[in-house]
């Protein structure tokens, strides 16, 4: 049988964080969990959480379901993420994507078009600033 690894989604909200979600990160590395992961939509960012909640944790993956590219210019992205990367030693993982028409041109007022090349030259330039 293969390994069976746990990951936790504490989800996004638009009005203040799942109550006891902190105690339930906490409580999911106790219990082994692999990763946690952090959404962003309507309200809250998927980042900060991450970054608040992670620094009460050790051992635990900090995953981001997902970071909406129209948000973030690819160099903001990346900066965020090695900071994250770093405070963290190296438990940070970096989910992208390219959210849809209805966030990407009502919030940020941005066409969405071609998302799967605006995806492609995003991941390349996050790419080339971490290296």
């Not at 952090?38 to 992670?54: F, H, I, N, R, V």
């Not at 066409?111 to 080339?128: G, K, N, Q, S, W």
Request: hydrophobic share 40%.
């Amino acid at each position: 049988m293969a390994d069976l690894t746990l990951g936790l989604s504490t989800g996004y909200w638009s009005s203040g964080p799942p109550p006891g979600a902190a105690e339930v990160v906490v409580e999911a590395e106790r219990l082994g969990f692999d990763s946690f992961w952090t959404a962003e939509a309507y309200g809250s960012d998927c980042l900060t959480p991450l970054a608040w909640w992670g620094s009460q944790t050790e051992r635990i993956k900090l995953g981001t379901s997902i970071v909406q590219m129209s948000a973030r210019t690819p160099a903001a992205t990346a900066m965020a993420a090695m900071t994250i990367d770093h405070l963290s030693s190296g438990r940070f993982i970096l989910g992208l994507g390219a959210s849809g028409p209805q966030v990407v041109e009502g919030w940020y007022g941005r066409p969405y078009t071609r998302p799967l090349e605006r995806t492609r030259e995003y991941v390349a330039i996050v790419r080339d600033i971490i290296r």
